[in-house]
C-alpha cells in the first residue's frame, strides 16, 4: 500500500535555511505535493513538483525530487517565524475504487526559533 | 474570492449522538472531498463528489457516516451514532476536476466525543 514517511519534529533558528524530507512509495506517482497547515486552520498548498523534473524552485521554496530513491525535500531559505507551522508530504495514489487520490504523511511540525 | 467554508468550528456531542458538518466549496470547484484527520497525523480521505456524484467512497465507515451534496455545491457529512473513536478534524476541501492535488481546504470542524 502507499505510505508516505516524514520525520515529526524540526527546530531551527531565525534566518537558517530549513530542510524537510519525505519519501513515498508509490513509483507512479506523477505529482508530488507540499502542504502547509498553521494552528486550527486547514492545510495549504505550498508547492508541487511533477515526477519528471528533480527541481522546482517558488521564491524562498525548492523542492528536491530524488525519483529513484523516491524521496522529496523542501527547503525553505531565511526561514521567518511565520514559517512555524506542520508541513505535509502528499503522493498521488489510486484509491481502492480505482480513483485519484491524495495520500498525506503525517506532517512535520516546523519550529522556527527568533 | 472566498475559501472553503466549513461549520461548526468546534462540536462537543456525547457517544451516541449525531453530529453533521457542514461545507461550501470554492465557487466553480466541482471536486469536494471529506478528510478525517487525527490528532498528529495527515488527513485522511472519506469520500469525494464530483458534482453531486460520490465516486470514491471506498473509506467512508458507511454503517454510522453519509454524506450528501444535493445540488453539487454544497455538502454535508453525518455520523450517527457517534463513537469515541470518531474524535477528529474533519476536513472539506475542494478542486477543480481536472487538477485534483491542487485542493483547497477549509479550516475544518474539531470534533469532541465524550
Known amino acids: 500500500g502507499e505510505d508516505v514517511e516524514q520525520s515529526l519534529f524540526l527546530s531551527v533558528r531565525e534566518g537558517d535555511s530549513s530542510v524537510i524530507n519525505c519519501t513515498y512509495t508509490?513509483?507512479?506517482?506523477?505529482?508530488l505535493y507540499w502542504y502547509k497547515q498553521e494552528p486550527g486552520a486547514g492545510l495549504q498548498l505550498l508547492t508541487y513538483?511533477?515526477?519528471?523534473?528533480d527541481m522546482k524552485q517558488d521564491q524562498r521554496l525548492t523542492v528536491l525530487l530524488n525519483k529513484k530513491d523516491k524521496h522529496l525535500s523542501l527547503r525553505i531559505a531565511d526561514t521567518q517565524t511565520g514559517d512555524s507551522a506542520i508541513y505535509f508530504c502528499?503522493?498521488?495514489?489510486?484509491?481502492?475504487?480505482?480513483?485519484?487520490?491524495?495520500?498525506f504523511g503525517k506532517g512535520t511540525k516546523l519550529s522556527v526559533i527568533p | 474570492e472566498a475559501g472553503v467554508v466549513q461549520s461548526p468550528r468546534y462540536k462537543i456531542i456525547e457517544k451516541k449522538q449525531p453530529v453533521a458538518f457542514w461545507c461550501n466549496p470554492i465557487?466553480?470547484?466541482?471536486?469536494l472531498y471529506w478528510y478525517r484527520q487525527n490528532l498528529g497525523q495527515g488527513p485522511e480521505l472519506l469520500i469525494r463528489?464530483?458534482?453531486?456524484?460520490?465516486?470514491?467512497d471506498s473509506q467512508l465507515p458507511k454503517d454510522r457516516f453519509s454524506a450528501e451534496r444535493l445540488k453539487g455545491v454544497d455538502s454535508t457529512l453525518k455520523i450517527q451514532p457517534a463513537e469515541l473513536g470518531d474524535s477528529a478534524v474533519y476536513l472539506c476541501?475542494?478542486?477543480?476536476?481536472?487538477?485534483?492535488?491542487?485542493?483547497?481546504f477549509g479550516p475544518g470542524t474539531r470534533l469532541t466525543v465524550t
Open positions: 476541501a475542494s478542486s477543480h476536476s481536472g487538477t485534483p492535488g491542487e485542493q483547497y
Open positions: 508509490d513509483s507512479s506517482s506523477t505529482y
Open positions: 513538483i511533477f515526477s519528471n523534473m
Open positions: 502528499a503522493e498521488t495514489s489510486i484509491s481502492g475504487a480505482g480513483s485519484y487520490q491524495l495520500t
Open positions: 465557487s466553480g470547484h466541482n471536486t
Open positions: 463528489y464530483e458534482n453531486e456524484e460520490a465516486v470514491d
